[in-house]
């Protein structure tokens, strides 16, 4: 694969970013809802939610977009 742009991993920071506060804030009231559809569709939000984050998370593994060097 290419290297990707500065800005190129600055938008896929920001995507990742986005994606956990819209999970966290998802799982944090979902308990607040009394509605069994939109509960549904809150938790349906959640598992797609997770699905994204793991495919960015799965890109970013498989193209050393990150690396641990000097990490100790």
Do not use: W
């Amino acid at each position: 694969m290419r290297q990707l742009t500065p800005g190129e991993v600055i938008q896929l920071r920001e995507m990742l970013q986005m994606e956990s506060n819209a999970l966290a804030k998802a799982k944090a009231t979902t308990n607040m809802i009394t509605d069994e559809e939109l509960r549904r569709q809150v938790d349906s939000g959640v598992l797609a939610t997770e699905s994204r984050i793991k495919g960015i998370q799965q890109f970013i593994v498989e193209n050393n977009i990150i690396t641990t060097e000097g990490v100790q």
